[in-house]
């Protein structure tokens, strides 16, 4: 391996475990500057708790993480958000009770210690960031609307909006076309397509039309462990694969333990 | 001009204006110098639910030690006006003139070194407002960075306030013990005990208590109010957005701390004295019934719940003693089964619709314009 | 504070002092099992907890009178059935509060919390109004009268002995019903995951309910054996509340052992120290050491690492 500081994020030897029980197991992969990478693998597989190891919210045992050089796994959360680390969670996570303009509001990187949000002023700045994104994720109609009235869809896009705010340089997305009609799906591939564009990404998804029009590389986890790396086209046609997604009864219901 | 009126609708500002005339005309005038020395008792609770409402009502952490921060400034205003009651005149015959009388009859015959600094009054504001404040800080910090919250911080909060009872109790003589510090006559030489003294003492209440209400308003109407509704629905998307959850619930609970206390310091004003009894849990728990009866999300609220609740408790506890705790229980268990908003949640649903509508009407008849939708909060 | 005295003393007033606290260990264990398992069970503390270990109180109260009016006789033996009596009084109390209250407050700890408090006023003047506000006393029968000598200096008083005997037995069996009955795995089942359990056919209200009257009725349990050590009043189940939070969250709130080893380690530690300082400051340092350590490792000392 050559030296970590070419890659935006280097993943080796990540370890953890809940009671003796290895969700991550001795994991390593490196992701480039600009590159979209996608993970798959069976439920189970470890790859949602890939994504909280990276932005903290959960504590390797062993390992290491670093962003830009930066080791992230002794860092807090919104140290790692600060480093330039965003992420998306499976289940749209957005403020219901607090209207769309002010969901993408908090999510501007200003003004974010505590004596900041107290002095925050809503300038100039700030509007144009938030119409311009709020356009970006076609809520231009929606900006005063609570957002608990949006639906399933328009919640994911508004997530993705906050993240977007944020302008990471390192964006992580845990499943984001999943629960969304055909007609959102489009939009949404349309949507990540521009987004990806100038960042690094890491996205988890199942939807292989998904993963076959935007990954660059696809990393498949299988309990724990890293079973296969590299196009998507070579992790196909890898034994081991196929064999995981639809093999043996035994290895199926070995994954379904997992 | 466009900037005040962001921060103020004008609805508030009326609401406002309202409790502002009820506290410094309608009661003064109505009321006789008991009565409204009474009040000024209770309103010095109000602080205390104000503090409430930033810190569970919009913050979701419920403190059951409010009572400590209470205490806290109590004590702290209560050891100086102790310290200038206990002149060398008037301890003349104490086996050790000069220190406070309950000091001598526990036989300690030198004042402790943390009462010297408290013959100064500077001293003393200061001490009202940062003592409770660096206590807080340090429960706040230790809490809350390690992610405690909910039930758990609810019952640590509760065990403080036992300890400090049990201590203060404990350590008769350096704080009074059960009976607290009692017999507190002057400020600076100014009589606090008659009824001019006391009403001054009430208006001075009253606009602190106004002070904190707009204060604590100006915070909820930033950016802050709006990261405390965020992080009550979720907190990990605010930490993955880039906030330090920690640093928000450390001020706001300090902040709660910092206005229960004032409103402990005027407690001891007005009343004359402070004791424990203001500090355990039992106090500490019918703080939040003030607020949660006023409205946990409603600042003015706050101040109703406690001015009723308190009003309630007297006339109640006066007429029917034993009465009085099933009806202090059924509160308990009304305000969070039946009318989780308080008051404030039931004016808003049921009472303003039709102030609306009989307000359209006038208006509409007098201009026959139709009035401007209003967004309620 | 140990100069005075000799190292022979000092082993037995450790060793009196031990036998004094295990008197409030037991109370404590049993207290904090029914507020453990509620807890666990629900996520909400039971502000009420201690009023129903003193309606337990009251209950064997009533039985030791029953019995010496009118079946002088059996006195000796009107314990057991007292006890019988306080855990159905107590659990029963605790199914209708379930079915009134608890159930529709799920998902709102906090509001609980303050429900349950509110509850607990009412309980405390009902006792009042009812039993009056004078502290009662329970007469023990003879048996249980006096102590046991083991050496010259130190004795065991037989009483505390049984109630240590009366608490492990419900911890016992505790044990048994939560690890090793079919009900016990149904009520873990709905702790780890409510809707799916909800899902493979387990009726999770009953379970519920089931759960908080079985809490409560052990909170009866441990009323009567607080009349063992204690005279019972309106509100002296009040005074135990907060300690039996901190048993339970010191000893991590999953953890049966645990929660028996903490009940020990903090009425040890007030015990020990009261004899050296006064009751109130040997209460100040161990609520003080338990909350910092507390706030130093709020999972408690026996939690496990749980995934997310």
């Known amino acids: 391996m050559s030296n970590a500081q070419d890659f935006i994020l280097a993943v080796e030897g990540l370890t953890v475990s809940f009671d003796g029980f290895k969700a991550v197991d001795d994991l390593s992969f490196y992701v480039d500057p600009q590159e979209i990478r996608v993970i798959i693998g069976p439920n189970g597989a470890g790859k949602t708790t890939v994504l909280d190891l990276i932005c903290g919210k959960t504590r390797a045992t062993e390992g290491s993480i670093k962003f830009r050089g930066r080791e992230l796994t002794r860092m807090s959360e919104h140290a790692i958000v600060h480093a330039g680390v965003g992420r998306k969670f499976q289940n749209p996570s957005v403020f219901e009770d607090l209207t769309v303009f002010e969901n993408l509001e908090i999510s501007y990187p200003r003004g974010r210690s505590v004596f900041g949000a107290l002095l925050f002023r809503r300038d100039k700045a700030v509007l144009d960031a938030v119409h311009e994104t709020a356009a970006t994720v076609f809520l231009s109609d929606h900006l005063d609307q609570p957002a608990g009235l949006l639906s399933h869809g328009q919640k994911q896009w508004l997530e993705i909006g906050m993240l977007l705010i944020q302008d990471p340089e390192l964006l992580m997305l845990d499943e984001p076309v999943a629960g969304m009609s055909v007609a959102e799906r489009r939009q949404t591939a349309e949507l990540l397509r521009t987004i990806t564009r100038q960042r690094s990404v890491i996205v988890i998804e199942h939807d292989m039309q998904f993963v076959e029009d935007i990954a660059h590389r696809v990393t498949v986890m299988h309990q724990g462990r890293m079973l296969a790396e590299g196009s998507l086209e070579h992790v196909k046609n890898d034994p081991r694969v196929v064999e995981v997604y639809l093999g043996h009864r035994e290895s199926r219901e070995e994954a379904a333990h997992a | 001009m466009t900037a005040l009126r962001n921060l103020f609708s004008g609805r508030e500002v009326l609401y406002f204006l309202l409790l502002a005339v009820l506290l410094v005309v309608v009661l003064p005038l109505a009321l006789d110098a008991f009565r409204l020395n009474l009040t000024g008792k209770y309103l010095t609770f109000a602080f205390v639910a104000l503090g409430l409402v930033l810190c569970w009502g919009y913050g979701g952490v419920l403190s059951l030690g409010q009572g400590v921060f209470f205490g806290l400034g109590g004590y702290c205003m209560a050891m100086f006006l102790k310290l200038e009651a206990s002149d060398m005149a008037s301890t003349a015959r104490q086996t050790t003139p000069g220190i406070p009388d309950f000091m001598d009859w526990n036989q300690v015959t030198e004042l402790p070194w943390f009462w010297e600094p408290f013959h100064s009054l500077t001293f003393t504001l200061l001490a009202v407002l940062v003592v409770p404040a660096v206590f807080a800080f340090v429960i706040g910090f230790a809490m809350f960075k390690r992610r405690v919250g909910g039930v758990y911080f609810a019952i640590i909060t509760q065990a403080i306030a036992t300890i400090l009872t049990i201590l203060i109790i404990g350590q008769q003589g350096y704080t009074g013990g059960a009976n607290g510090m009692t017999d507190l006559r002057t400020l600076l030489g100014w009589d606090i005990r008659t009824d001019d003294a006391k009403q001054i003492l009430y208006f001075l209440c009253v606009f602190l208590l106004l002070l904190c209400l707009v204060l604590a308003h100006l915070i909820l109407r930033s950016k802050f109010g709006r990261i405390l509704v965020a992080m009550r629905d979720r907190e990990d998307r605010v930490r993955f957005s880039g906030y330090d959850v920690s640093g928000f619930k450390i001020f706001v609970f300090c902040l709660a701390g910092v206005f229960s206390a004032i409103g402990g310091a005027m407690f001891t004003l007005q009343v004359g004295f402070m004791s424990p009894s203001f500090v355990g849990i039992v106090p500490s728990i019918e703080m939040v019934i003030f607020c949660a009866v006023g409205g946990r999300l409603s600042l003015l609220g706050a101040v109703y719940g406690a001015l009723i609740v308190n009003l309630a408790k007297t006339s109640f506890s006066e007429s029917f003693p034993e009465l009085w705790l099933y009806a202090m229980g059924a509160l308990f268990i009304a305000v969070v089964l039946a009318f989780p908003n308080g008051l404030a949640g039931l004016y808003s649903r049921y009472l303003e619709p039709l102030l609306d509508r009989g307000w359209a009407n006038v208006r509409s008849r007098a201009v026959a314009v139709p009035p401007a939708q209003e967004k309620t909060s | ?308």
């Open chain 3, 1 to 308: 504070m140990f100069a005075d005295y000799s190292a022979a003393e000092l082993t037995s007033i450790f060793a009196m002092q031990g036998f004094a606290g295990l008197s409030l260990f037991s109370v404590f264990v049993l207290m904090a099992l029914g507020l453990a398992i509620i807890f666990g069970q629900m996520g909400v503390i039971n502000m009420a907890h201690g009023e129903f270990m003193i309606l337990g109180a009251y209950v064997t109260w009533l039985t030791s009178g029953f019995f010496s009016s009118h079946l002088p006789g059996l006195f000796a033996a009107y314990f057991p059935v007292a006890i019988l009596l306080a855990f159905l009084a107590s659990a029963l109390l605790g199914g209708a509060v379930e079915w009134l209250l608890i159930r529709h407050l799920y998902k709102r700890p906090l509001d609980t919390l303050l429900a349950t408090w509110g509850l607990s006023l009412i309980l405390q003047q009902a006792y009042r109004s009812i039993f009056g506000a004078r502290e009662v006393g329970v007469r023990m029968p003879d048996w249980m009268m006096g102590s046991y000598a083991i050496t010259d200096m130190i004795e065991v008083p037989i009483n505390g002995l049984f109630v240590m005997g009366i608490s492990l037995l419900t911890a016992l069996g505790v044990y048994l019903l939560m690890y090793r009955s079919t009900w016990g795995r149904k009520v873990r089942a709905v702790v780890q995951n409510r809707p799916m359990a909800g899902a493979v056919g387990i009726n999770t209200q009953q379970v519920d309910r089931v759960t908080f009257a079985l809490g409560c009725g052990i909170a009866g349990i441990a009323g009567s054996a607080f009349t063992m050590i204690g005279s019972t009043g309106p509100t002296a189940g009040q005074l135990y509340i907060v300690d039996t939070f901190l048993v339970v969250v010191f000893g991590g709130a999953q953890s049966l052992l645990g929660t028996i080893a903490s009940a020990f380690t903090i009425s040890q530690a007030q015990s020990t120290m009261e004899f050296f300082l006064s009751g109130s400051m040997a209460k100040v340092y161990t609520l003080l050491v338990v909350v910092g350590i507390l706030m130093v490792r709020p999972q408690g000392l026996f939690a496990s690492r749980i995934r997310h």
